[in-house]
């Protein structure tokens, strides 16, 4: 069957799966949790459209009270014979455990949506990692692991055709944030092929299978020990041919899609005696790093693991190259206590009943709570490996000091593809900043064949506090897991963090430097920070100011910024002609702030068109003349936790503390709130 067509469109990873979902279900009950929110928000918000379904019908979105009364929603609805789905992260998904195994000894078809988030243990975060995901291992079911936005859309479809030929009920995972909140230019899958895919006759399988009073069975008994082990077991042959149920529905998708997916997805040197073994978005950053090693001569490969559960040794096998010699398996969680973590111990044992025993396995951690992934770390495992040093057991990201698992790497190691465009915005959070940032992602994908990825990183505060808007967008498509490293652009939305924290810390040499600043274009170099002005000129940036604020006031759109930093950035990075940018921009302010009325609109707009001729370039004089002014974040009488832990933290330097300096229990002392005034209001 040829290849349908698709659409390219950017899109986010929760709206690309919402969007599938719900398309394909009758039922979606939800309760909200970060980061997978929105995909419950987009389900309700179709639905008060009116929005159809395949079937023509628009689903019924109900919202519980708890993750476990939408658990306990989603089974009943199930039983009733309708397709029924949620969304769900951390701890919401371990609420939903008691009906999970009881969907699954079932043999209930559904699909559960996760935005794998960070299991609550000695502190709560609501940042990515699998902790959530292998929380659930032994509940039956099926566990499909997407890379990326795009794999995120196509495996929830293929998902629901597999779980509706095999019975068994899915989990389709991915991480939380740098999957879920990522916005990517995808290939959106169209109604067309989500209508193939679906296979008719298991849909009215699991219809029938309803308990109703015309066609009457018992289920959901109570058994003695002389029917519970047989009855266990019984199940076995759903879970023996789901594996190949997955791979099939995989082809029917290639078939309708032109996209290919395997189980176990290989790529690298073909004659590989390393290979890097994960799931989810850290994929994106050793399948980046690939090529250098390859320019090394180096032979090394990477192995995607998609179908976690039922994990099938067979398809394992197949696709690690015959002449490996060592495994290098990462996970994105930790158990204490164990031998090794989840994935590790799956391969290990694979590898043993496989006959691969000569095979070598190392143990890393990497990536907990959204830390940071990148090729430069890749490149520190690899070579401490060749190096015969690298731990049987080891993390990678950190400097742990006191265990000593940690592998050191070099952080200036890059792998910027130069012919993207790459760009850093530094907002407050609720300025407007990450919405406008949203807009103009999603403007360059849809006005220009330019492939663009949007990735925002908000602060667990979230109003008022620093968010970070990291845009690319190039000729080739973007697979970059991980933050900018070397940027072309970067703008500061705010004047008072120059004090604060080194906006220019990542810009290249050459790149342009914009700023919202009260003072203007001939007298703001004397008020910048002697940092800020010694990296201008290091680096020989181009330089940009604008007075936001005051154009946001003289409109009557008090201080939110975007839209007129938002048309700066436009201009100053030429990326589309001034006319179809301002067109776009207009465009974009009726559809966000439609809602709230036409004076609303009507101000945006003018804030528009007052932006270009107040956006003035500063002639950089020839030295630096602010005297050197490091900025002290506590004051020197703070306690010795403050001085040393809690100043770091509001330093921005979080990432610099080692293992001996973190409380092992989480417990932090009290008191510290009185030292975090940040000082950032433009107004006091």
Same mark, same amino acid.
């Given at each position: ?47 008060? %459209? ?37 969304? &769900? ?116 399988? $699991? ?84 090529? $250098? ?20 040794? &067979? ?93 050191a790497f070099d952080k200036s190691f890059h792998l910027e593809d130069k012919d993207t465009v790459r760009a850093l915005f530094y907002g407050l959070g609720s300025d407007g900043t990450v919405g406008a940032n949203k807009n103009t992602i999603k403007i360059i994908g849809e006005k220009t064949d330019l492939y663009t990825q949007g ?29 900018? %490293? ?19 810390? &990542? ?19 004397? $008020? ?141 002392? &009290? ?14």
């Amino acid at each position: 069957m040829p290849a349908a067509s698709s659409k390219k469109v950017a899109m986010d990873g929760n709206e690309a799966v919402a969007r599938i979902a719900y398309a394909v279900n009758d039922v979606i009950a939800i309760y909200p949790i970060t980061p997978a929110s929105p995909m419950g928000e987009w389900s309700d918000m179709w639905a008060s %459209q009116a929005k159809p379904n395949v079937w023509g019908h628009v689903p019924h979105i109900v919202e519980m009270q708890s993750e476990a009364g939408a658990a306990g929603a989603v089974h009943g609805s199930l039983q009733a014979g309708a397709l029924t789905t949620t969304f &769900t992260a951390s701890q919401g998904l371990l609420l939903m455990i008691p009906n999970m195994y009881k969907i699954a000894g079932e043999l209930t078809p559904m699909v559960m949506h996760v935005a794998a988030r960070s299991v609550a243990t000695h502190a709560l975060s609501i940042f990515g990692d699998q902790s959530d995901v292998m929380s659930v291992r032994s509940t039956g079911f099926a566990l499909l692991a997407s890379n990326s936005v795009q794999e995120a859309m196509d495996m929830a479809l293929i998902a629901q055709r597999a779980t509706l030929e095999s019975r068994v009920p899915f989990i389709h995972f991915f991480d939380g944030f740098r999957t879920s909140h990522e916005i990517n230019k995808i290939d959106v899958v169209d109604k067309a092929c989500v209508q193939e895919m679906l296979p008719e006759a298991a849909v009215y399988a $699991h219809r029938n299978r309803a308990l109703s009073p015309d066609n009457p069975v018992l289920r959901g008994t109570a058994q003695n020990p002389d029917a519970f082990f047989q009855s266990r077991e019984a199940c076995n042959p759903f879970y023996l041919s789901c594996p190949e149920i997955v791979e099939s529905s995989m082809q029917r998708f290639a078939g309708l899609s032109g996209r290919n997916y395997q189980l176990f997805e290989y790529s690298g040197d073909e004659n590989a005696e390393v290979v890097f073994v994960l799931m989810g978005s850290g994929v994106g950053a050793i399948k980046e790093t690939l090529p $250098h090693f390859h320019a090394q001569g180096k032979q090394v490969g990477c192995l995607a693991v998609r179908l976690y559960r039922p994990f099938s040794i &067979t398809h394992f096998i197949a696709a690690l190259p015959q002449s490996v010699k060592t495994l290098v398996v990462l996970d994105r969680t930790k158990e204490p206590g164990s031998v090794g973590e989840p994935l590790y111990l799956d391969i290990v044992s694979a590898l043993q009943e496989g006959d691969r025993q000569s095979v070598k396995c190392f143990g890393g951690r990497y990536g907990l709570s959204s830390k940071e992934f990148t090729p430069a770390m890749v490149k520190g495992i690899l070579e401490t490996l060749e190096a015969g040093k690298l731990p049987k057991h080891f993390t990678i990201g950190i400097h742990d000091d006191v265990t000593h698992t940690s592998v050191a790497f070099d952080k200036s190691f890059h792998l910027e593809d130069k012919d993207t465009v790459r760009a850093l915005f530094y907002g407050l959070g609720s300025d407007g900043t990450v919405g406008a940032n949203k807009n103009t992602i999603k403007i360059i994908g849809e006005k220009t064949d330019l492939y663009t990825q949007g990735y925002f990183v908000y602060d667990s505060k979230k109003a008022g506090s620093i968010t970070v808007s990291h845009l690319r967008f190039g000729p080739k498509p973007i697979d970059s897991s991980y933050l900018i %490293q070397e940027a072309n652009i970067v703008a500061c939305h705010q004047f008072p963090f120059l004090e604060k924290i080194d906006v220019l810390e &990542t810009i290249q040499s050459g790149g342009i430097f914009l700023l919202n600043s009260p003072h203007d274009a001939a007298s703001v170099w004397e $008020h910048l920070p002697h940092k800020v002005q010694k990296t201008i000129l290091d680096k020989q940036l181009t330089f940009y100011v604008i007075d936001a604020f005051k154009i946001a006031k003289e409109v009557g759109m008090g201080n939110r910024i975007n839209t007129i930093m938002q048309t700066c950035f436009f201009a100053v990075s030429n990326i589309l002609p001034e006319a179809t940018v301002i067109a776009e921009i207009k465009q974009a302010i009726k559809k966000t702030y439609g809602k709230r009325g036409l004076s609303v609109i009507e101000r945006n707009n003018q804030a528009v068109d007052l932006t270009l001729e107040n956006l003035h370039q500063v002639q950089v004089p020839k030295k630096v003349t602010a005297h050197s002014n490091g900025h002290r974040w506590v004051p020197e009488s703070a306690p010795d936790f403050v001085q040393s832990v809690t100043s770091k933290f509001l330093a921005g330097r979080g990432e610099d503390l080692p293992v001996s300096a973190m409380p092992v229990d989480g417990t932090y002392p &009290t008191g510290t709130a009185q030292y975090e005034r940040r000082g950032i209001a433009d107004e006091v």
